[in-house]
């Protein structure tokens, strides 16, 4: 896997589960995927709040 795919495929599915796209709404999922994000390197995923826009 090429370093920090995981991290972005995290940030993709998070903002399908702010934006409700494909998956239920789910705004705590969404957190815990930037979480996971941020773990693996994401910095932008650290200071994103849940719920913001970011595309």
Same mark, same amino acid.
């Given at each position: 896997m090429v370093p920090g795919a995981w991290a972005i495929a995290c940030v993709r599915l998070a903002k399908m589960y702010d934006d409700g796209r494909g998956v239920?709404?789910? !705004?705590?999922k969404a957190a815990e995927l930037r979480a996971a994000a941020c773990a693996r390197g994401d910095l932008d995923s650290c200071v994103v709040a849940p719920?913001?826009? !970011?595309?």
């Open positions: 239920p709404k789910d !705004t705590l719920g913001a826009k !970011t595309w």
